[in-house]
């Protein structure tokens, strides 16, 4: 089973900074197959990123990732109000399938 | 666009078995080699992938719960279902079915159930 670890486990920004998030694997994700999805409380989660770095359909272009084998990376360029919350990383690449354990982005 | 929507009791008694429905809208449960997953989140935790049955009907487990969970699809109402045996309470979760493939487009509102007595 590959296991994904995020870091860090909660990232205090300010409105308009740039946040960093880091998804390591404990074995290289096959094919690339990595997704972020972005969850706000009561919500479902949304899908961001699929395929390490390709936007999915209506995220806007201020996120973006990269990586490829076991080093990921989401980046939000500007934080908008909206963007505080949780993010998870998740692989399909291997079965199980698995998600990271999520970083929280909150306001400082 | 395609919609999910999860039906079931939101209460069931320790050892008994869940059973929860998805219901898929704006799209066919077997076009397209979807694969069609359920996911859990216990209250305040994480994400737990528990597995998918594809648009043939074959199907993949979790290792941690594959001897309690049985997935399957039901064409002629377009959805699938999840039974999960023997729960307990470390089965409490938010339960969410998605699609279409191995990242998640679509997801359902989730549903809470609860396993008490």
């Known amino acids: 089973e590959i296991v994904l670890t995020q870091s860090p486990g909660t990232l205090s920004l300010s409105p308009g900074e740039r946040a960093t998030l880091s998804c390591r694997a404990s074995q290289s994700v096959s094919r690339n197959y990595l997704a972020w999805y972005q969850q706000k409380p009561d919500q479902a989660p949304r899908l961001l990123i699929y395929g390490a770095s390709s936007r999915a359909t209506g995220i806007p272009d201020r996120f973006s990732g990269s990586g490829s084998g076991t080093d990921f990376t989401l980046t939000i360029s500007r934080l908008e109000p909206e963007d505080f919350a949780v993010y998870y990383c998740q692989q399909c690449g291997s079965s199980p399938w698995t998600f990271g354990q999520g970083t929280k982005v909150e306001i400082k | 666009q395609v919609q999910l929507q999860e039906s079931g009791p939101g209460l069931v008694k320790p050892s008994e078995t869940l059973s929860l429905t998805c219901t898929v809208s704006?799209?066919?449960?077997?076009?397209?080699?979807?694969?069609w997953t359920w996911i859990r989140q216990p209250p305040g935790k994480g994400l737990e992938w528990i597995g998918y049955i594809s648009y043939s009907g074959s199907t993949n487990y979790n290792p941690s719960l594959k001897s309690r969970v049985t997935m399957s699809v039901d064409t002629s109402k377009n959805q699938f279902s999840l039974k999960l045996t023997s729960v307990t309470a470390a089965d409490t979760a938010v339960y969410y079915c998605?699609?279409?493939?191995?990242?998640?487009?679509?997801w359902g509102q989730g549903t809470l159930v609860t396993v008490s007595s």
């Open positions: 998605a699609g279409p493939y191995g990242t998640f487009d679509f």
């Open positions: 704006g799209g066919s449960v077997t076009s397209g080699s979807y694969y």
